[in-house]
């Protein structure tokens, strides 16, 4: 009776929970990324930054408890009839959260799946022309933002970017689609090592994805859950 009980109260407990959102802690240390990204950087961004994006979220879920019953995605979906604070902390949240899954150590990241490889190729040509497109879509996000590869509507693999803390899942972004991969091009992101030098952080950025979660990403984008998967995830 008395464990029923317990049951019955932590179930209670974990649904109301359900009104917050936690930093997520970095699967690696603030110094495995380096040289590419700094420590001071990414504690920095993570803690600071990132840590921010939480709190103000889950000042928004206070105010507004039925926001949090929604998932993320489902709330980024439909952001037009949402306040701008939510917008900017929601896909803030998001979008870091993402990122920081897509890095790894230099050396540890893999390689893209044969099938990610085969899209890649189907829809830009090659790898290099897709590193061509989205350096160019990161350097060219005026201001603050992202750059995006996608998988859109159609099951095509496209390179987008977004202003601030936008991304391809809001309902008022023009190129609408599933992230596999989004690089952070706010300053915050590489000024101490880079400063005004965004396309060196560009290009160096590449030694350091993990295209173990991008193939996870892609996989589960187009639908092919465990069936493509590298093995070594
Ligand atoms: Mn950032």
């Known amino acids: 009776m008395t464990k029923l009980l317990l049951i019955v109260v932590s179930t209670l407990f974990a649904s109301s929970s359900l009104a917050s959102v936690e930093l997520p802690s970095l699967p690696y240390a603030y110094d495995a990324l380096e040289p590419v990204i700094d420590a001071k950087t990414m504690e920095l ?24 019953k929604l998932s993320l995605e489902a709330l980024l979906g439909s952001i037009s009839t949402l306040p ?83 991304n391809p899942l809001m309902d008022v972004v023009e190129d609408r689609g599933t992230p596999v991969l989004g690089l952070d091009v706010w300053e915050h992101a ?27 990403r892609f996989a589960s984008a187009v639908g092919q859950k465990g069936q493509d998967h590298d093995a070594a995830h």
């Open 190 to 216: 590489y000024y101490l090592n880079y400063q005004n030098r965004r396309s060196d952080y560009i290009v160096a950025w590449w030694k350091i994805v993990n295209w173990h979660e991008v193939n996870r």
């Open 45 to 68: 961004h993570h803690v600071r930054h990132h840590g921010a994006q939480v709190t103000g979220l889950n000042a928004e879920y206070e105010k507004n408890p039925s926001l949090a």
């Open 84 to 166: 701008p604070a939510v917008r900017n902390n929601a896909g803030g949240h998001y979008n870091h959260s993402l990122f920081w899954t897509v890095m790894a150590p230099e050396g540890e990241g893999g390689e893209p799946s044969e099938s990610l490889l085969a899209a890649i190729r189907r829809d830009f040509g090659s790898m290099n022309s897709l590193q061509t497109a989205f350096a160019a879509a990161a350097a060219t996000r005026f201001g603050s933002g992202w750059a995006w590869l996608i998988v859109d509507e159609d099951g095509k693999l496209k390179v987008t970017s977004t202003a601030n803390q936008d």
